[in-house]
Every structure is written in structure tokens, then in C-alpha cells.
């Protein structure tokens, strides 16, 4: 661990300089990837959450498409994960109306339904293609997802 003693960086006992406070800071906390998840089904959201934040990202939950556009404003995730099926606001719109608001937030689906092709196909049409994984996913797995460089 890093830490500051009269204006003079250490890890442990060892000497490493003067810097400025905030790169000690950024040493101390590196940032953590923001991901807002919204599933309908609660528990869902909340485990995904928890297994994330576990893992040292900063995690928040939605339960529907119009809570995680309210979120989305104040969050600026870097990663949206949703489901495909939920009601009044799919997924799949709720991907759409995100890349709009927020072009560098990567956006991730995922669903345990196989009905969900024709919605994904509507977002094909509008230009928009999405990554899907399948639920349930193995939290490993679903950490390990988000370990994974993106283009």
C-alpha cells in the first residue's frame, strides 16, 4: 500500500519520491470501472452487482430501462449489461436510447430467453448490434467478461 509521509511517497518502508497527492491517489484507488446492470428480475441485478463490486468495480443496479436512464446521467457507466426482456422498455431499446446519450459506454445483453431474436433483430434494423451473453452466467465468467479488452 501506498502512502504519503510529509509530502513524500512510500510502499511500505521504501522510498519511491515527491509527487503530486492526486497521482498517490490514483496509485491508491485506481479508477474502477463504472457498470450499471438492469435486469427486472431483482435479484438478478442485485447478485450481478454484488459479484461485481466484489471484484473492485463500482457497480449500481436498475430495475427497469426508464430507473437506469435516470441512473445513467449521474452514474456515466463505462459498461451497460441489461437484459433483453423486460417490460415497458426492452433491452434492446434501452441499449438504443443509451448509445445515444452516452456513445463511449459499451454495451453489453444478456438473456436466459430464447424469444428474443426478433428484438434483436429491430435493433439490427435502427443500425445497432449488440454483444449477448447467456444467463445465467458463471460469476467467474461474468467478472472475467469485463477483464476483457475491448475495441
Do not use: W
Request: glycine letters at 6%; one cysteine or more.
Amino acid at each position: 500500500m501506498l502512502e504519503i509521509r510529509s509530502g513524500s511517497i512510500y510502499a511500505g518502508d521504501e522510498f519511491l519520491g515527491k509527487q503530486l497527492e492526486s497521482t498517490v491517489e490514483e496509485a491508491r484507488e485506481p479508477a474502477r470501472l463504472r457498470i450499471l446492470i438492469v435486469d427486472d428480475e431483482n435479484l438478478v441485478a442485485d447478485t450481478c452487482a454484488e459479484i461485481l463490486e466484489s471484484a473492485g468495480y463500482d457497480a449500481r443496479k436498475a430495475y427497469d430501462g426508464l430507473s437506469a436512464l435516470e441512473t445513467l446521467a449521474e452514474f456515466q457507466p463505462d459498461y451497460l449489461l441489461a437484459d433483453v426482456l423486460m417490460p415497458r422498455m426492452n433491452g434492446v431499446e434501452l441499449a438504443i436510447a443509451v448509445s445515444k446519450m452516452s456513445p463511449a459506454t459499451k454495451i453489453m445483453l444478456f438473456s436466459g430467453q430464447a424469444g428474443i431474436s426478433e428484438i434483436l433483430l429491430e435493433g439490427k434494423q435502427q443500425g445497432y448490434e449488440f454483444e449477448l451473453i447467456a444467463k445465467p452466467i458463471h460469476p467467474v465468467k461474468l467478472i472475467e467478461h469485463f477483464r476483457k479488452p475491448k475495441r
